[in-house]
């Protein structure tokens, strides 16, 4: 890609993304096991993952022309939810949950340690 966008960000960014997307297409569809309402931790969990997305947007933005920003957001939207809902079809619904609990934060501060190598 370009070095303000290296391939590394666009994969990591697009799995947070990803993982967010899920979430929240959970909380909206209240599958969780048959509830019907997703659980308050699911509910914080992507609120907070929907924050997080935004400030490493921004924090992408501040170490970048702005331009940048809007393709990084443009592509891994494409890219992760075509990928989340693959992952999901082949997973299944509770498996994902669990592991997007774990995903979106690791996946989060790897991003921001990627884009913090970009100002160097």
Not at 19 to 41: H, I, K, N, T
Not at 71 to 79: D, E, G, K, R, Y
Request: net charge positive.
């Amino acid at each position: 890609m370009s070095t303000y966008l290296p391939w590394s960000l666009f994969v990591v960014y697009s799995v947070m993304a990803g993982a967010m997307f899920m979430q929240f297409d959970l909380v909206r569809r209240s599958e969780f096991l048959g509830r019907p309402m997703a659980p308050l931790p699911l509910q914080l969990s992507a609120t907070l993952a929907t924050l997080v997305a935004i400030g490493t947007l921004i924090h992408y933005f501040v170490m970048t022309p702005w331009y940048w920003v809007i393709v990084l957001f443009v592509l891994s939207s494409i890219a992760s939810s075509v990928c989340s809902g693959i992952v999901k079809l082949l997973f299944g619904t509770v498996l994902c949950l669990i592991a997007t609990f774990i995903v979106w934060p690791v996946f989060a501060i790897w991003a921001n340690i990627i884009i913090s190598d970009l100002g160097r």
